[in-house]
Structures are given as structure tokens and as C-alpha cells.
């Protein structure tokens, strides 16, 4: 029994090294601090420039570009474009508060599914955030977001007031950039993609199970997608065909 107990005594405490405790997060945080200087000469390499897809779309200009859309819609474009260098200390601040956030969030991260350590994880240790970690966030505070990928949109509300809490993201190959028209330009945007792309509900699993759709709606799903719905002979195509050839699409 003694052996037992030590040898269960060790292994935890070899893992504690490794957890997203408090104490360990302003380790990190202090470690990071401190070789700021080094890390920054080599980071300044890796700075993108920013890309707009157009005038009305923000591409950021640093690496972590869906993270520093959010720190955008937190404190706005002339915030954004005060941060010196390459924005590393003020995305670390930022994302090391934002695990204090989300540790204070936990029936909203079990009500969407999310995984409270693996977005802690994102946040802390890697170089760029997923679009669930983005979504969580901006759950968090409440912002209203659209998201575009390619002909799909994905819509996260909460907030009733879509008129003036909106903000729209697109995945492009350069990275995620930001709708940064006026609130009745962003809208008139939403209203505009709402009506010419495909609007998922599930950003995991886009496409549900062939069951879950009438004809009907395979065909709208391939109209967005710019998927001919109809055979040689001008005549609709099955529900089987339209499900696989969207699948295929995916």
C-alpha cells in the first residue's frame, strides 16, 4: 500500500507542472514577459502584411489574424492600428485574461459544446486561435458574429440587436479578415450573404444527415452553392444525387 501511495503521489505532482492552473499561467506569463525582446526580433519576420480582399474587408497584418478580428471588434480599428511591432504583448495580456473568462463561463461553454481546456490551451500556447476558440470569445462578450466561408455562412447571435452588434468574418487564403463598414453597411452585408449563401448551423458537422432534408431544400443547398439541380433531360435530379453530389462539394 505504501508503494502504491508514493508512486500515485509522484505522478500527480509530475503533472502539475502542465496545468492550466494560476500559478502556472503567470509563470508563463512572467517567462514570456522576459524573453519579450527575443521573441519579438524573430516574430517581426513572421508579420503579414495586410491583404483587404476589398475595401470593405480588413485582413490584419499580424499572424494571429482571427484573434486580432476579435481585439478589433473589442477596441476598434484606431486601437488596432496603435499596436507597435508585432502585437505580441498586447495579444498575450489580452488572451491571458481571456482564460479567466472563460473559467468564469462554464455553462455557456457546456451549452455550445465547447472544451474549456482545449481553448485555454489555444489561447496560451498556440501561434493562432480556431474559429470554435473565436466563437466561444465572442460568446463570452456578447458580440453578435456572421462567418463566411467561402459560399457557407455561419451565424452566432447573442444579442437581439442586430442592427448595430454585428460583425462579419471571412475566411480567405491569406487568413480571416473583418467587415469594416458602418453598422447599416454590415447589415445590408448580412442581409446580402443571409440571401446568397448557404447558412449552416453547425460548424463541425456542416452537413446533416440525408433524413434531416426535404427536396426541396438539397435543391436551395445546391442553388448556393452553384450545383446544377437538374439532369440532361431538364428534369430535377433525385434527393440521393443532390445529397452526394453537395457532400462531394464539402
Given at each position: ?73 473589442c ?22 485574461q ?7 463561463n ?15 490551451d ?9 474559429v ?119
Amino acid at each position: 500500500m505504501k508503494r502504491d501511495t508514493i508512486k500515485q503521489t509522484i505522478d500527480i505532482s509530475i503533472i502539475q507542472d502542465f496545468v492550466l492552473n494560476e500559478r502556472n499561467i503567470e509563470k508563463i506569463l512572467q517567462h514570456i514577459i522576459k524573453s519579450n525582446e527575443q521573441i519579438s526580433s524573430k516574430s517581426k519576420k513572421e508579420i503579414k502584411k495586410a491583404i483587404p480582399k476589398n475595401t470593405q474587408f480588413l485582413l490584419p497584418k499580424f499572424i494571429d489574424t482571427l484573434f486580432w478580428c476579435y481585439y478589433i471588434i473589442c477596441n476598434g480599428i484606431s486601437a488596432y492600428e496603435l499596436v507597435h511591432g508585432d502585437g505580441f504583448k498586447d495579444s498575450l495580456e489580452m488572451k491571458i485574461q481571456l482564460v479567466y473568462s472563460v473559467r468564469e463561463n462554464k455553462e455557456l461553454l457546456k451549452k455550445n459544446k465547447w472544451k474549456r481546456n482545449a481553448i485555454e490551451d489555444e489561447l496560451v500556447n498556440h501561434k493562432t486561435i480556431s474559429v470554435s476558440a473565436f466563437m466561444c470569445i465572442c460568446a463570452i462578450s456578447n458580440f453578435n458574429v456572421v462567418y463566411i466561408d467561402g459560399k457557407k455562412m455561419y451565424t452566432l447571435l447573442n444579442d437581439e440587436d442586430i442592427t448595430t452588434n454585428l460583425n462579419i468574418i471571412e475566411k480567405t487564403a491569406n487568413g480571416y479578415s473583418i467587415f469594416i463598414g458602418n453598422n447599416a453597411e454590415t447589415y445590408q452585408k448580412y442581409i446580402q450573404s443571409r440571401e446568397q449563401l448557404w447558412q449552416i448551423d453547425n460548424l463541425t458537422k456542416t452537413l446533416r444527415g440525408i433524413s434531416s432534408y426535404k427536396a426541396k431544400d438539397l435543391q436551395e443547398i445546391c442553388r448556393k452553392l452553384h450545383i446544377d439541380i437538374n439532369n440532361d433531360k431538364k428534369m430535377p435530379k433525385k434527393k440521393s444525387l443532390l445529397y452526394q453530389m453537395i457532400k462531394e462539394h464539402l
